[in-house]
């Protein structure tokens, strides 16, 4: 079992930033890839962001590349977001996932059902 809790969500202003934080415990941690998806109210969930079990690539959509950076460290335990520029279409619930699989497509981590663990998400409003 992973167990994931995140942290770092807030109102911020359009144009601000935001670094969110997801603790993992539990098994090994550098055996899952790790990933960030949101909701937003009425809409479905939305990838956001993975890091590779390794940590060697990253994979983000394009709505949010270029303002978006994930990150992991391994020892602590920890996935970060960083999300810089944000827009009020960034406005959603955060969710922070794990899962145990190894690939090396785009498609491989922006598709939910490969996650096997999810944090109870933390909310970020951007206000105009």
């Known amino acids: 079992q992973v167990q994931l809790v995140e942290s770092g969500g807030g109102l911020v202003q359009t144009g601000g930033s935001l670094r969110l934080s997801c603790a993992a415990s539990?098994?090994?941690?550098?055996?899952?890839?790790m990933a960030w998806f949101r909701q937003a109210p009425g809409k479905g969930r939305e990838f956001v962001a993975a890091?590779?079990?390794?940590?060697?690539?990253?994979y983000y959509p394009d709505s949010v590349k270029g303002r978006f950076t994930i990150s992991m460290d391994a020892a602590e335990g920890t996935v970060y977001l960083l999300m810089n520029s944000l827009k009020s279409e960034d406005t959603a619930v955060y969710y922070c996932?794990?899962?145990?699989?190894?690939?090396?497509?785009?498609?491989?981590?922006?598709?939910?059902?490969?996650?096997?663990?999810w944090g109870q998400g933390t909310q970020v409003t951007v206000s105009s």
């Open positions: 539990g098994r090994t941690f550098s055996s899952y890839s």
């Open positions: 890091v590779a079990w390794n940590g060697a690539n990253t």
């Open positions: 996932a794990a899962g145990q699989f190894r690939c090396s497509a785009y498609w491989c981590y922006a598709g939910s059902s490969r996650y096997n663990y």
